[in-house]
């Protein structure tokens, strides 16, 4: 996959999403144990990847004298999404991720968020980027906005309003730290045409001000 997207892999990983499907295979693992677990592979999956004899030896994974050979070595390993919003999942996120992602909040929660976050990879010795997962339903006028809202079953914390909101609350939270954006609507592809062409430039001309302001 890295070699046919040309390094842009990432993994996204949800560990307490997929209820029915662990109760399907009869996984019975609760949250605690699954990131644990979701810990262990992490360690493993990096360890084969940089390292070469790579040995291991968890409560859920043991590798003995493992570890990827060229070519595999040669492309980087897969960026890391984790989210949640207590300190366990921070912490895994801050020996683990790239990106922690946050669910929507007020910029004052998400500036909280991103400071213990921030706190947390220190400690590691690391920096994770904040992101926000933002559903989100936009038009040209605020109040069309409303009219087709009223009409869909959104998910929680959809940001609805025109173009123009949408930009300016994305902006805000970019000022409490967020530096990814993970954007969702339905129907996807008409969304994601107006996301692109409408909200997205005035956002980036929002936070390019506010740089140069700085």
């Not at 003995?64 to 390993?77: H, M, Y």
Request: aromatic fraction near 8%; avoid cysteine; hydrophobic fraction near 40%.
């Amino acid at each position: 996959f890295q070699r046919g997207t040309q390094g842009r892999l990432g993994w996204a990983i949800a560990p307490d999403a997929d209820h029915i499907g662990r109760e399907r295979e009869s996984d019975p693992l609760g949250d605690e144990e699954l990131n644990e677990r979701l810990d262990e592979f992490l360690t493993v999956a990096r360890g084969v990847h940089d390292q070469r004899p790579f040995s291991f030896k968890g409560e859920y994974f043991e590798v003995q004298n493992g570890g990827f050979e060229a070519p595999l070595t040669r492309f980087a390993f897969p960026r890391i999404y984790l989210q949640g919003g207590d300190d366990d999942a921070l912490a895994l996120s801050a020996r683990h991720a790239d990106v922690h992602l946050f669910r929507p909040a007020t910029p004052a929660e998400l500036a909280d968020s991103v400071a213990r976050l921030d706190e947390l990879a220190a400690g590691e010795g690391r920096r994770v980027a904040a992101g926000l997962i933002q559903p989100l339903l936009t038009r040209g006028d605020a109040g069309q906005a409303v009219d087709d809202a009223s009409g869909q079953t959104l998910a929680p914390g959809s940001l609805v309003g025109s173009y123009d909101q949408a930009a300016e609350q994305l902006a805000s939270y970019a000022d409490a730290g967020i530096a990814e954006l993970v954007l969702s609507a339905a129907p996807g592809l008409e969304e994601a045409y107006r996301t692109g062409q409408e909200v997205l430039p005035r956002l980036r001309a929002l936070t390019a001000r506010g740089r140069k302001a700085a």
